[in-house]
Structure formats: structure tokens, C-alpha cells
């Protein structure tokens, strides 16, 4: 049987916006009340995602979330109508307004912890999304990732889906962007790599002192419970406590894996030489490719500014692997020098795509960052919702849609626009009859 490692993106919602919501997230701060085009957003996700499927992978669409979340508004107290809610919202609460209107959700990689049947025990696809506590603005993501998860991954002969982790900083859960796993065939059994930022249960492990470890080791071990993953097929690291300080919130701004090549940088984890052990001893007889980047040739600063490492390792049908990289990367002249080096170095790895991925990027979120991805074997991937995977068709339909529903620009203060509210209730209405995905958002329930 034929086996792909399927990359979900997420398509990026009308209300995209840059409100510095993620303290932490360097770009998030940085970039905070810039002026926004969600339409340009949309596009710039899109090209990506079309691009990947061109080169002959699987590559499918997650839809965005409903936003503002007027649920949610009203669940804290604000009555009436929705013009009055999010009138009142942005005179008395404008941060929670803010909160309730982010496009968040288009980083895929936030939305699930994935492990493919290859690893689990019942032979099925285990989801379980991610709690995103961490942070006001992504902890009202998961139920609604859940629907849409459910309504593309629809067949409970082979996806298991798994309720998100009960809602406390213990079990804070970022899904697969603190995960990735090491295979020597996407079809065979691997190792599922889970990297977390802090302990909660034990006060006296390192953790980071300036900006927030969004993952604790115990949902780490949660989630691989939930997918019924064997101990010899997992293998759990700390983050270096000093990169998250440095803005690195997540493992996938400092590490990414593909089939046997984990491509790193020098200072990502605790204990690495230990861990890097246990990772080729539970991955078997045949060699793991580690690509390790010394400070001395990439700075934890410019790695952070670049994204070098929140980009996607892919197996093309010729069996090479391409880094699919953002635009940043090559403007970066250490970076771009290293990227020029590493094709050369004899690895996997034998040629750079760069993408613009501006868009998102200036909110923090990478390519890496935009796609789930979903290892599955042909009878699973004929099982997936297939009015969401990419194709001509699709890809047309959709900028179509963008270009109908999406503004060209959208600022901090055109949140509280009631006229916001009826665009993207209109443009997500539209989605889920194009995308077949039944009623997954609350304003359709
Ligand atoms: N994996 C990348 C996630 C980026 C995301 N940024 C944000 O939510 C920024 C939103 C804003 O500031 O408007 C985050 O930090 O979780």
C-alpha cells in the first residue's frame, strides 16, 4: 500500500489581524496594530499550499474559525445585539475584543496533535487538538477545531478523535508544533518526538523566566497515551529554557523533522546528546540523519528573525527531500549563506522553495507553522473529506471566494465593525458548502 505524509493548511480567516496578542512570540509584539490584508494573507497561504500539491504531495485545506466570536463575548457578559456587543466590547474590554477577533487559528500546526496508525495501537489515525491555553486568544480555538477536524477527517473506520485536554496551564497543549516524528517510511512504525517547555508537577525543573513554556511535559504524555503509542516509540525532550526566552515559543521556530532527517539548531534542547541517542536507538538500525546548525554559523537571533527552522522538510515523488522556506530566509545573509550550504552538505536535503508567507510571518507563523501535517496510506487519504483537498479546482474556487469576501486591508480598530461580522459569517457559510463540512461553526448551529 502506498503511503503520503499529507500537509492540512490552514486557510487564513477574514479577520486577520495584528493585535500583539502573544507575548513571547517576538514578531506577534513586534508587529502589533500594523495595518492587516487578510486578503493578501488568504493568497499568500493559498499559493503556498497549491504550490506543494503541484510538486505531487497530498495537500488538503482546514477551514478558519468563525471571527469575532461573538459566543464568546456574550458567554463574559455582553447583551443585545451584535453591533451593540462589540460596541460596548471595544469601549470597556478592548483587549478581549481583540481576543475574540484574531484569524489564530490558520496556524494548523497549533491545531492537533496527529500520530498516524503506523504508531498506535488500534491501527487508527489518533487527532487530538490542541487546549492552546497559554494564550486568551487561541484558548477558544479547540472545540471549533474539533468540528472541523471531525468534518474533514469523517470516517470513523480510520480517525480517532480525541477531545482536547482539560482547560489548565498544567496541560497546556500546543499540538504539532511541539511534536514531530521520525520514520524511515511514512508507513512504518516511528518515533514520535514530543518537546515540551516546562514541567508542571515538579517545581524544581528548568524552565524559562521571561516569557511563558506553553507546553508541559504532562500533556505531552497525555496526548501519547490518548493515541495509545508505545514507550519505545516516543521520545520526550525539553526545550532549552534560554531559547524560549529568546522568543522561541514553540519547538517548530528551533527544530523540524521529516522521515529520518531531524534538522536542528545547536542550542534547541536540554540534554541533547542523551536525547539524540535515545531517538536512534528507538528509531532502529538504520541511520537518522542529524542536521545540527552551530550558533556560530546561525545566531538563535537571526534563526528566530528568518524562520530558518519553521519551514517544512518534504519528500518529493523522487524520493529528495526540499525545504519549503519563507522568503525571510533569504533575506537573512547568514541564513540564506547556510541554506545555500546545506543543499551541498551530502544530507537528504537537496534544494530550498521559497515562499512569501509575509503576511503571517509578521504575526509569528511560518510555513511550518501553517500546515498539520497527516501521515496516511491511500486507503485513509480516499477516506478524507475530498471536497478539501487541493487541487486546479479548488485552488481556483477559493481565491474566487477570497476576492468576494476578504478585505484588502483591516486595522486593530476595524474589529468592532458590525459590518465585519455579516462579511465573515457570509464568507464562512459559502466555505462550509464548498468545502462540504456540514454546520461547524456556532452561528450555523
Ligand atoms: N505557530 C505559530 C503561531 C503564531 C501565533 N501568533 C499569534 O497568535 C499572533 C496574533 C496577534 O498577535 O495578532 C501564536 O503566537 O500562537
Wanted: aromatic content about 8%; proline content about 5%; some cysteine.
Amino acid at each position: 500500500m502506498k503511503h503520503f505524509e499529507a500537509n492540512f493548511d490552514g486557510l487564513v480567516g477574514p479577520t486577520h489581524n495584528y493585535a500583539g496578542l502573544s507575548f513571547g512570540n517576538v514578531a506577534s509584539l513586534n508587529n502589533a496594530a500594523a495595518t492587516s490584508s487578510p486578503k493578501d494573507a488568504a493568497k499568500q497561504g493559498l499559493q503556498k499550499a497549491k504550490a506543494l500539491a503541484e510538486l505531487g504531495l497530498v495537500q488538503g485545506m482546514l477551514a478558519p474559525q468563525e471571527r469575532p466570536d461573538l459566543h464568546t463575548l456574550r458567554r463574559i457578559g455582553f447583551t443585545g445585539t451584535d453591533a451593540a456587543i462589540l460596541n460596548k466590547a471595544a469601549k470597556e474590554a478592548p483587549a478581549l475584543l481583540r481576543a475574540c477577533c484574531s484569524a489564530s487559528s490558520m496556524w494548523t500546526a497549533n491545531a492537533a496533535t496527529v500520530s498516524p496508525s503506523a504508531d498506535t495501537h488500534d491501527g487508527k489515525l489518533h487527532f487530538t487538538p490542541a487546549n492552546l491555553v497559554d494564550k486568551l486568544h487561541r484558548s477558544i480555538e479547540p472545540t471549533t477545531t474539533g468540528n472541523i477536524l471531525q468534518a474533514t477527517f469523517n470516517d470513523s473506520r480510520f480517525f480517532k478523535h480525541h477531545q482536547h485536554l482539560p482547560e489548565h496551564a498544567s496541560f497546556g497543549d500546543e499540538g504539532a508544533a511541539n511534536h514531530t516524528r521520525l520514520c524511515s517510511e511514512y508507513g512504518h512504525a516511528g518515533v514520535e518526538l514530543f518537546v515540551y517547555g516546562q514541567e508542571a508537577t515538579n517545581p524544581q525543573a528548568p524552565k524559562p523566566q521571561k516569557f511563558p513554556a506553553r507546553q508541559t511535559l504532562e500533556a505531552s504524555q497525555a496526548v501519547a497515551r490518548l493515541h495509545q503509542l508505545d514507550d519505545e516509540g516516543t521520545v520526550y525532550i525539553q526545550q532549552n529554557p534560554d531559547v524560549i526566552d529568546q522568543g522561541v515559543f514553540h519547538n517548530d521556530v528551533i527544530a523540524v523533522g521529516n522521515q529520518n532527517v531531524l534538522f536542528y539548531h545547536e542550542q534547541a534542547f536540554l540534554n541533547t546528546q542523551e536525547k539524540l541517542a535515545e531517538i536512534q536507538r528507538k528509531f532502529g538500525d538504520s541511520e537518522v540523519h542529524f542536521i545540527e546548525v552551530p550558533t556560530s554559523k546561525v545566531a538563535i537571533q537571526d534563526a528566530v528573525k528568518s524562520y530558518l527552522f519553521n519551514t517544512q522538510v518534504v519528500t518529493l515523488p523522487s524520493g529528495e527531500m526540499a525545504i519549503i522556506a519563507p522568503t525571510n530566509c533569504q533575506e537573512n545573509p547568514a541564513v540564506f549563506a547556510y541554506l545555500n550550504e546545506l543543499v551541498t552538505l551530502g544530507t537528504p536535503i537537496k534544494q530550498v522553495l521559497y515562499f512569501d508567507v509575509k503576511q503571517s510571518m509578521q504575526n509569528g507563523g511560518g510555513p511550518a507553522c501553517l500546515r498539520l501535517r497527516v501521515a496516511m496510506n491511500q486507503d485513509e487519504v480516499a477516506a478524507v473529506n475530498q471536497h478539501t483537498l487541493m487541487n486546479d479546482a479548488l485552488f481556483a474556487r477559493l481565491n474566487q471566494w477570497v476576492d468576494k469576501h476578504y478585505r484588502d486591508r483591516l486595522t486593530v480598530a476595524d474589529l468592532a465593525d458590525p459590518q465585519l461580522v455579516i462579511e465573515s459569517r457570509t464568507a464562512l457559510d459559502e466555505l462550509t458548502q464548498i468545502m462540504k463540512l456540514g454546520s461547524v461553526y456556532q452561528f450555523q448551529r
